[in-house]
């Protein structure tokens, strides 16, 4: 039976690296959506019909986590298959002004494609690096084109900003001291302030076009969308706004959604839908400390900024019409893997470097067995000296030490806010997230020989893993340059105040 499995596998993937038709690959990445968030994945009242359009036809994800709790190094993994520890994008996130930024020498997905002819664009959020004269920016990763804001859209004040129609402002400063948040083409800005109102209809024309573009040339592409949605402050335009049942946060959701379904339309229309793999999950958990406006993390601890699983596992679903069966996984995967297994799909071939992703070809085309054997924990500012605050290995999460954030306040657990501070634990604490995923109830090992030997195992693949970890340089702690941040109107003065444009 196993040789069998391999034999279609292999066909599989031959089929797919040698036909007239390369795959096509539509990556969506979605901004701190909790694991609760979406009504295919239990929420009662979001309103998203298209995301729950490709659950029903695709497969959906139980167990699917990202790298980081926080956006800048959760990307940074998502598109060179690394941890972030690895190419340097950490502690924190970048800004503005950030002298740092992704390493040109690292190996992004669109990278991995473009010797085999695809056409690549970005749409959306970058946030990693923009750097003197652009040095950061998509269109020196890989990008043939890019339409976006090249960081967090909160990074710049928005008390002003109209973040719903007709002229409802949006919720809270966001940034203060900086420029404000422009909309850039390539490597010039378009807009500065962005448009809220406008924004989504702008990425969704400009994503439907490429894709357009593509299938008339008949040329394979590679579309990455990292949404805004649904980070602070929640926005969206008239065809969202005040449609959907849980107020700022539903909208922005519902937008997100709205434009996945005018993606899938799209690919209808140009006749490559059964040729496209769409790929959706999201970049960490929900911003808890927003109440309402910050997600939910459904029946998982905590949220963002945390490595318990409410910061770090994600929504997932993979869709492709013809070649993935519906259905529900529950093998352990990671956005470390998308790199491998588009490669593997497309034929392309690997980056010469250490990846820490694997190829989930079989689990995506024969509801098969993953080829991961753990998936680590960091925090937001990981360091050679703590090592991996958490591990999982099977079911079973073992945590090192533990720390509660900022990010996600506001809750009645006491192990999430700031106010939890981090705290070691030897032996450490392991949980089974099988019949315990809210993590609410450790294990206890005295006494139980079978757990014990778990123990020496999951310490055995730490400091295996651990002696593998070479730290990158840090690139956030190079520090930030105001004059860095983008401005329309690089001459004017006073900044940062006079880049409008």
């Known amino acids: 039976m196993e040789s069998n499995r391999l034999l279609f596998l292999n066909i599989f993937i031959a089929c797919c690296t040698c036909s007239a038709s390369p795959p096509n690959f539509v990556l969506i990445f979605a901004d701190d959506l909790g694991f609760g968030d979406l009504g295919c994945y239990g929420h009662p009242s979001s309103i998203t019909p298209n995301l729950d359009r490709l659950a029903a036809g695709g497969l959906r994800f139980t167990d699917f986590y990202c790298t980081s709790p926080v956006c800048s190094p959760s990307r940074a993994s998502l598109l060179t298959g690394r941890y972030q520890t690895r190419s340097g994008i950490y502690p924190g996130v970048l800004y503005p002004g950030s002298i740092g930024g992704l390493p040109l020498n690292e190996t992004t997905v669109a990278e991995v494609l473009k010797p085999l002819g695809y056409a690549t664009a970005a749409v959306g959020k970058w946030h990693l690096g923009f750097g003197a004269n652009g040095t950061f920016l998509p269109t020196k990763q890989g990008f043939d084109e890019y339409l976006g804001i090249p960081y967090s859209h909160d990074m710049g004040p928005c008390h002003n900003l109209t973040c719903f129609p007709p002229d409802v402002k949006c919720f809270g400063l966001c940034d203060v001291g900086t420029v404000t948040v422009p909309l850039m083409y390539n ?53 969202a706004a005040g449609r959907s049942l849980r107020g700022p946060f539903g909208d922005a959701l519902l937008e997100l959604d709205t434009t996945i379904g005018d993606l899938l ?111 680590m924990f960091y925090p937001t500012d990981p360091s050679e000296m703590y090592g991996l605050f958490a591990l999982r290995l099977g079911k079973y999460k073992a945590h090192f030490y533990t720390r509660g954030a900022s990010h996600s306040g506001t809750t009645p657990d006491p192990d999430c806010p700031v106010f939890a501070v981090l705290k070691a634990h030897d032996p450490p604490l392991i949980f089974d997230l099988e019949a315990d995923p809210s993590e609410h109830y450790p294990l206890y090992l005295q006494g139980r020989p079978d757990l014990q030997a778990l123990l020496e195992k999951i310490r055995n693949v730490k400091q295996q893993f651990e002696a593998s970890m070479v730290f990158g340089e840090s690139q956030i702690s190079k520090g930030t340059d105001p004059n860095l941040a983008p401005c329309c109107n690089p001459q004017c003065s006073p900044k940062p105040k006079c880049c409008q444009c």
């Open 187 to 239: 490597e010039l800005i378009k807009q500065q302030p962005v448009d809220f109102l406008s924004l989504e209809r702008t990425y969704s024309d400009f994503a439907t076009s490429f894709i357009t573009s593509s299938a008339k040339k008949k040329q394979p592409f590679f579309l990455y969308y990292p949404s805004h949605h649904t980070h602070y402050p929640q926005y969206a335009g008239p065809r």
């Open 265 to 375: 339309t799209t690919l209808e229309k140009t006749g490559v839908i059964n040729n496209t793999l769409v790929f959706f999950t999201s970049d960490n958990g929900p911003e808890l400390m927003r109440m309402s406006r910050g997600g939910n993390a459904g029946l998982l601890k905590c949220g963002k900024g945390t490595t318990y699983d409410g910061g770090m596992r994600e929504p997932a679903i993979a869709f492709w019409p013809g070649t993935i069966r519906p259905g529900v996984t529950h093998e352990l995967a990671s956005t470390l893997d998308i790199l491998p297994t588009i490669a593997s799909l497309a034929g392309a071939k690997l980056p010469q470097v250490m990846l820490d992703g694997v190829d989930m070809t079989e689990i995506l085309v024969d509801h098969g067995k993953s080829k991961r054997e753990a998936m």
